[in-house]
C-alpha cells in the first residue's frame, strides 16, 4: 500500500511541474531552500534549472568523480562480493535472471551478499537528493526530467568532456544499470519505498533521452512540453514490475524505436 501511495503522490504533484524545479542551495534549510532562488551562487556560463544543475553536480561529484571514502569503500566491498566489475555484474544477472520464472528470488539471492555496500551507495545517493528536494517533491521530478532531456549545462564539468548533466554514452546502459541497482536495493529492502517511488523517474529519464539525444557538450533544446507530459503520464504510474518488462529493451525504449 505504501508503495502504491508513493506512486500516486509523485504522479500527482509532479506532471504540472515540469516546466522546470525551484532554485535554491546548501547553505539554508532544505525546506526553505526551495522557497528561494537566491542562495546559490551565480555560474557564469550555466544555462538550465540552477538547483538541479547543483544537485547532478554532487552527485556526479560525491559518486563518481571524487567519490566519498564511503563510497569506494561500498564499491570495493561490492568487488570482492561479486568479482571485477560489480556494477556491471549485477546488470548482466540482472538482464539474465529478469526473464526466468524464479525471478525475482534468483537475483535476489545474488545480491544478498552486497546488501550493507548498496545500503551505503543508497544512504548517500539519497542524502544529495535530499539535499535539494523533498522526498517526492515535483521538483525533483523536474530535475529528472531536464537530466534525461540535457538541458542542464554546467560549465565546471569541462575537464570531464561532458558539460551537460545526462546519462552519457551514445548509448547508454547507465539507465539500465541504475535500474538494476535499484531493483537490488528493493528486493533487498534498502530504502525500499524512496527507491520504488524514484525508481519510475528513472525510466521516465531514460524515454526521454532516448527521444531528445542530447549532445553531452552542447545547449540542448527542450522536447515540446506536450510531450514530455505525455511521457511522464506514460511513465510516472509505472511500478517497478512494469519497469523491468520496459528496460528490456535495449538501447531505447520499444516505443523510442
Known amino acids: 500500500m505504501a508503495e502504491k501511495l508513493d506512486r500516486r503522490r ?3 504533484t509532479s506532471v504540472g511541474a515540469l516546466a522546470g524545479a525551484g532554485i535554491a542551495g546548501l547553505s539554508v534549510p532544505a525546506a526553505v531552500a526551495q522557497e528561494r532562488g537566491t542562495e546559490l551562487p551565480p555560474v557564469p556560463g550555466m544555462f538550465g534549472d540552477r538547483l538541479a544543475n547543483e544537485m547532478w553536480y554532487v552527485f556526479d561529484d560525491v559518486t563518481l568523480f571524487h567519490r566519498l571514502p564511503e563510497v569506494h569503500e561500498a564499491l570495493v566491498a561490492m568487488q570482492t562480493a561479486l568479482g ?3 556494477v556491471t555484474k549485477i546488470l548482466n544477472n540482472w538482464t539474465e535472471m529478469n526473464r526466468t520464472p524464479e525471478y525475482p528470488g534468483n537475483f535476489t539471492d545474488y545480491v544478498a551478499p552486497v546488501r550493507e555496500p548498496l545500503r551505503t551507495l543508497s544512504r548517500v545517493q539519497l542524502g544529495v537528493f535530499d539535499t535539494y528536494y523533498r522526498p517526492h517533491s515535483p521538483g525533483l ?9 540535457g538541458l542542464l549545462y554546467d560549465p565546471r564539468r569541462a575537464e570531464y568532456e561532458s558539460e551537460v548533466h545526462m546519462m552519457n554514452g551514445s548509448p547508454t546502459a547507465g539507465y539500465h544499470i541504475w535500474h538494476a541497482i535499484l531493483r537490488a536495493m528493493i528486493f533487498l529492502g534498502v ?3 524512496r527507491w520504488t517511488a524514484i525508481d519510475p523517474l528513472v525510466g521516465f529519464a ?11 557538450r552542447q545547449v540542448n533544446p527542450p522536447l515540446p512540453r506536450v510531450n514530455v507530459r ?4 506514460t511513465w510516472l504510474p509505472r511500478t517497478p514490475t512494469q519497469l523491468d518488462v520496459a528496460f528490456r529493451a535495449y538501447p531505447y525504449p520499444e516505443s523510442a524505436h
Open 230 to 233: 505525455k511521457m511522464a503520464a
Open 10 to 12: 509523485l504522479l500527482g
Open 191 to 193: 530504502d525500499r519505498d
Open 206 to 216: 531514460w524515454a526521454l533521452q532516448s527521444v531528445a539525444r542530447p549532445h553531452p
Open 84 to 86: 571485477d566489475g560489480p
Open 141 to 149: 521530478v523536474a530535475a529528472f526530467a531536464d537530466f534525461g532531456q
